[in-house]
């Protein structure tokens, strides 16, 4: 089970030195099934139904060449997502991880808190540089984000503020 809310990020914040590097892809979009390699030697394969602040997951590390494999594989139309990844610490032990993209998504900054309850994640009070929160907006997915008009998706959203 994953609790989590979601913001869009308008304007960086002072960014940490560290940061890790993402590719992601979708295999499938109702599950989402979804691969990702995080640096040179971590890769994953995640399983995650549902939408909103509380998400089923399931997630397993799998080999580079299962990931290789999977990579070409993934649902027509999407592209591998790349990212870098930032932790960043909040109060009350908390970490935001903000995620700020390249490829086809250059440009696009998210950044997503995960909570142990969904009382702590409804009583969570976003820093100043969140922007709006897309948590329940059912077109924010990263599986719709991989489509090929990604970018048009998030311009989309934003629009409608």
């Not at 709006?132 to 719709?144: L, P």
Request: glycine share 6%; net charge negative.
């Amino acid at each position: 089970m994953e609790i989590e809310r979601q913001f869009l990020v308008d304007r960086l914040p002072q960014l940490p030195e560290e940061y890790e590097l993402l590719r992601q892809g979708y295999v499938a979009l109702l599950p989402e099934i979804r691969i990702r390699q995080i640096g040179d030697s971590h890769f994953w394969l995640t399983v995650k139904r549902g939408a909103g602040l509380v998400r089923e997951e399931w997630e397993t590390e799998v080999s580079r060449q299962e990931f290789a494999s999977l990579s070409e594989r993934l649902c027509p139309e999407t592209c591998m997502i790349e990212k870098r990844r930032y932790k960043i610490p909040l109060a009350d032990g908390l970490v935001a991880e903000l995620h700020v993209h390249a490829g086809h998504l250059t440009g696009f900054n998210y950044v997503e808190v995960e909570f142990s309850d969904v009382e702590g994640a409804k009583k969570f009070v976003p820093p100043t540089w969140f922007g709006r929160e897309v948590t329940d907006d059912v077109r924010f997915s990263y599986g719709t984000l991989a489509q090929a008009r990604g970018m048009d998706i998030v311009r989309e959203i934003l629009q409608c503020e």
